[in-house]
């Protein structure tokens, strides 16, 4: 595929066009008034109880909060004074968040710091938001398939290009879908992180892929993926080249992990074929899970990725989808079990999630 | 103060009357048709990605869901045909939860597993409900000042109970208010959870405290309080014997945590002096979480207790309170970041957080 176009917004941001084939951006001016961008817009604070980094944002309290529909900053603006997308239409764009919450170039931060006492470090990094098409109402699911590969395609793109900026540890396509999650804004998109340092949740899980590695000499997902293959209770749908299922232990009312077949650590290294099939196959799950209770459903979909190097070595590329609802009138929400120990309480048993997705 | 009156429902679940100085329980028969109790409500499932214990408790979706007032569950029942409390009144009642997530006598599962593939255990332990009042309208933060001080007499009398008994790891009472996070019943109560392992974030932080002990030769967390009364930017509240503040690396938009000026690892090591004490300081906290926004503050309120032993050994008793209230009209939503890969964005500085609390 072609190299994205580049345009820069009023306040220096940069915003990147990706088009499908026999498209061409055209892009105006924004000519908005934004003010200058904060260069330092957040710091990241140690937490000694638990070894992790917390990011202070302070900033974004003002960010863009529900606006109504004609007011939309992701919809096309053709008068460059009204989107932060200035033109008349769209693909596949992406650009840098207004209201980061990490930005700038630096040195991230692997690991705990050697002094003691209260340590902080700047937040830089990046965050990026990647609108999935100019449509306002439409969602992922409903994408045609040549477009979900375009997404597939910025989001392989953003990967490469991030992790060989300096200062950035990992890089975290994501989407927030749903009201119900706290998404302020309604119009299909997804968000890309690019953190100064390895996020708690994926240092636990390398750890764990080491431990065994030590101890088994092989790839703990890969040994993960062949149980739940060999078992089969779990599994949702499966591609010649991906496999869908609910985890054993999943902790969220509807979660669904998609593994590719062999392993590889992040999007640059599938082939187009297997891009191909990853954009059909997550689209599909993201079908069954509108399905499932005949409503959109509110989700989060992490795309868990690694550097192919020592450290990160043992990771597996794989996407987590989770959802929160826990019937069609109920949430389940993460209250004290959950939010102060760690501890999580599922509602349901994988085996009748996956169950009741595979029919779907 | 007293022992607890106790009394069994019909279904065989234990129930504790606590009372203030000079009140008799006056308990009727409990006359509901209760269904026979499942012996074995839930199983803990290994999740080998992470290295952590779920509760998968399928049949809690039927439980009480957002009642009508006069349908309240925990309001006394004098016909013994209404309530989860069979008797005309009561000051604080403890007693099993009618939809526990976890239940039962049995081994605890201390650690991972030692076999390979999907590993899963009974879920044994201990589930119950703390009403706080009689009066369905009331909150912890407007109880008279010895009935605040009893529902800590209760907190204690069921830690040091549930240390005692085979199989639980770690006794977590806590407390999740507002309709915000979830709650499903509007009186005020709290619940206490006997866990069969110790919780990850417990876990996690113990291994802090090892490790910072074994560097420095302190106790971390009595390292952390003197640093934060040395800094007093973070200060919320004091008294001779306790200290509240906003900790350094904050997670969520309003965080204080309440530590005792002494070293214990749970309520049953503290003096009477320091448990009235700590009923007032707790008490004031919240009061001031409701005059923040001048509205009732959804919080969750979580007691990190720990044994007095070689692997708890250096966990120090506190309390960490939390809401996800960032503004008198907005919520924190805990998405893909947070929920996916543990990495907390705060929307607010804890000084500023701090000196808002310290001023109400």
Redesign the interface.
């Given at each position: 595929m072609s190299a994205p176009t580049s345009w820069t917004l009023a306040d220096g941001r940069e915003l990147l066009f990706f088009d499908l084939p026999g498209h061409t951006p055209a892009p105006v001016p924004d000519r908005r008034p934004l003010p200058p961008r904060d260069p330092e817009p957040s710091e990241l604070?140690?937490?000694?109880?638990?070894?992790?980094?917390?990011?202070?944002?302070?900033q974004?309290?003002d960010r863009t909060?529900k606006p109504p529909a004609e007011a939309c900053p992701l919809c096309p603006g053709p008068t460059g004074l009204t989107s932060e997308v200035p033109a008349t239409d769209y693909d596949v764009v992406v650009f840098e968040n207004r209201f980061p919450?990490l930005a700038g170039e630096g040195n991230g931060v692997a690991g705990p710091p050697e002094a003691?006492?209260?340590v902080a470090a700047p937040g830089v990094g990046r965050c990026e938001v990647i609108c999935f098409s100019a449509d306002h109402t439409g969602s992922f699911a409903d994408l045609p398939t040549a477009h979900a590969r375009l997404v597939v395609q910025a989001w392989r793109h953003r990967t490469a290009d991030l992790l060989a900026r300096p200062g950035i540890e990992q890089v975290?396509c994501?989407?927030?879908r749903g009201e119900e999650?706290?998404?302020t804004l309604a119009h299909p998109h997804g968000?890309i992180?690019g953190?100064p340092y390895l996020?708690?949740?994926?240092a636990?899980?390398l750890?764990?892929?080491r431990d065994?590695r030590i101890a088994?000499g092989t790839n703990?997902?890969a040994d993960?993926l062949a149980?739940e293959l060999a078992?089969g209770a779990r599994i949702v749908a499966q591609t010649e080249m991906f496999t869908a299922f609910v985890?054993?232990?999943?902790?969220w009312p509807v979660e669904v992990h998609l593994y590719p077949n062999r392993l590889v650590h992040n999007l640059t290294e599938l082939t187009d074929a297997e891009l191909d099939d990853f954009a059909a196959i997550y689209r599909d799950l993201l079908g069954r899970f509108d399905r499932l209770y005949d409503a959109p459903l509110p989700y989060?979909?992490?795309l868990?990725q690694y550097r192919d190097d020592g450290e990160q070595g043992d990771g597996y590329f794989h996407v987590?989808l989770?959802s929160i609802k826990?019937?069609a009138t109920?949430?389940?929400?993460?209250?004290?079990?959950e939010?102060?120990?760690?501890?999580?309480?599922?509602?349901?048993?994988?085996e009748?999630v996956a169950a009741r997705l595979r029919a779907l």
């Open positions: 604070r140690f937490d000694r109880t638990t070894g992790q980094w917390v990011i202070i944002a302070a974004r309290q909060y919450s003691d006492g209260f975290f994501f989407e927030n999650i706290g998404v968000q992180y953190y996020t708690p949740r994926t636990a899980m750890a764990q892929a065994h088994h703990l997902f993960l149980a078992d985890p054993f232990a999943a902790r989060m979909a992490a868990h987590e989770m826990r019937s109920k949430l389940k929400y993460l209250a004290a079990s939010s102060a120990m760690d501890a999580f309480i599922a509602d349901v048993t994988p009748s």
